[in-house]
């Protein structure tokens, strides 16, 4: 026998004991983007390539050098997908979402990136993310930041901070860009290995860099303000204006780029203090020329998506107050008699409390070792079964979570009973 298989490295199984929480999450992030309009759009997790090659970029680290991408047995070059942008808009082309029509989409689902793993950081991680398509202006921007805001109040996650920015038009980014890199040039020792090769492919993402040593040199670059034109300047004027209308804080980042052409305007991020260098929670802005770029006609798309991993963590900071809660009951079945019956009655409870959530014993034991596993399972309640009772037509009931006495009450009254305590 050799040693035992392990899970790859930065990919990991989600346990029975934390599954709960992202249950939470899931639950309610689903009903919020149910509640604005939007419908679930579910892609393979495998696109070829060329896709991602096309959509994100190659220049993006990314592409550069995150993918899984392998030849499968035809010789095709297939990319576990690292996003889900590059795929909705793949199906929205490929099944005509987008002609003349106004789509309000989300996705979610395990995303694949090679990258040091790390906490808030991981090979195999999960996104939530949604997409408006074929509507230009701000309005759509502000409900789809509103919508994840909305999603923090849901949940109950406290102290995110908005922050915002505008990429302009590409064409305002091109003017832009050739002043940023001879600002850069003139300042090459100042760069770092990263800067410098960026400063060839993508020198916007410079701007994003999170080296310390690269701050003064940031801080003195020109800013992107200056160079939108008067569309631009009103478009982010009316979303800045919409958060004041909704009374949303947000901060205005400059360095908040996303360094590939077909962004346009809005950027967006949610930030945490509390998670260390990984503290982006959610991304997103609009990207009006990826449709175009990946074959379909011009159009219009504003998202984002969620780290949900990095979620889960704020949120298990107070698992004590999320509303997660055990079964209603553990059904404690002593001696053949009872535990015939007991499967019996189980199902007649079911049958008649919808949504009651109860385990029956199985397996036999002692009374002390089923009382410990029914405390175990984090039940609310112990039901106690035994042939005694069974002969006088009750059942023990005992409080788990409390130190109430344990009582009887008649088998025939129990549904009713039970209705009132789930
Ligand atoms: P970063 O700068 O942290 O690498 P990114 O710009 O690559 O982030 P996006 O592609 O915008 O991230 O993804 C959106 C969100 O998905 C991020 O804000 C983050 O919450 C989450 N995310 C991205 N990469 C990972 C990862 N490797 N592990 C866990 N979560 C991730
Ligand atoms: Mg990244």
Redesign the pocket.
Known sequence: MGKNIQAIRGMHDLLPDQSPVWHYLEDGVREVLDGYGYKELRTPILELTELFKRSIGEVT??VEKEMYTFDDRNGDSLTLR??GTAGCVRAGIEHGLFHNQVQRIWYRGP?F?H?RPQK????Q???I?AEAYGLPGPDIDLEIIMLTRRFWQKLGLEGLELQINTLGTSQERAVYREQLVSYLSARKDQLDEDSLRRLETNPLRIL?S?SPDMKVVIAGAPSLMDYLGEESKAHFESLCQGLEDVGQDYVVNPRLV?GLDYYARTVF?WVTDKLGA?G????GGRYDGLIEQLGGRPGHGVG????????VALLEENREQLPIKGPDAYLVLMGDEAQRKGLVLAEQLRDRLPGLRLITHCGGGSFKSQFKKADRSEAALALVLGDDELARGVIGVKALRDDKEQREIALDDLAEFLKSEI
């Open positions: 680290d990314i690292p996003e995303m990136r990258e808030g950081r991981y090979r991680f999960h996104q993310g994003d999170k996303r991020e990984q982006t929670v959610c991304a984002f998506a969620m780290g949900v991993e990095r979620l």
